[in-house]
């Protein structure tokens, strides 16, 4: 069993950065991959970006690469999502997601633990 908890959501003005935290329990976070996903209102929950167990391999949705970088800290049993030139269109719910898989993936259904989520807002 995982427990995940994010922070640091919260409201920006276009063009800002945001950096996102989420902080696992269990001894075995760092063989999970992690993902971060989305949902903003009236929309389906969307991949963001992923990373392997130890940090090797990333991905990125089309609409945050460049911009959003992941990475983790096994030691901490952290994940983040740093986030920069933020746009309106990236006003969402984050979610924190661990795979059972240590491979990144950007699908959903791999993702087995899922933390509560935290609201971020972009302002124009």
């Known amino acids: 069993q995982v427990q995940l908890v994010e922070s640091g959501g919260g409201l920006v003005q276009a063009g800002g950065s945001l950096r996102l935290s989420c902080a696992a329990s269990?001894?075995?976070?760092?063989?999970?991959?992690m993902g971060w996903f989305r949902q903003a209102p009236g929309k389906e929950r969307e991949f963001v970006a992923a990373?392997?167990?130890?940090?090797?391999?990333?991905y990125y949705a089309d609409s945050v690469k460049g911009r959003f970088t992941i990475s983790r800290n096994n030691a901490a049993n952290t994940v983040y999502l740093q986030m920069n030139s933020l746009k309106p269109e990236d006003t969402a719910v984050y979610y924190c997601?661990?795979?059972?898989?240590?491979?990144?993936?950007?699908?959903?259904?791999?993702?087995?633990?899922w933390g509560q989520g935290t609201q971020v807002t972009v302002s124009s």
């Open positions: 997601a661990a795979s059972t898989n240590s491979i990144a993936t950007m699908t959903r259904l791999w993702y087995l633990y």
């Open positions: 269990g001894r075995t976070f760092s063989s999970y991959a």
């Open positions: 990373i392997s167990w130890n940090g090797g391999t990333t």
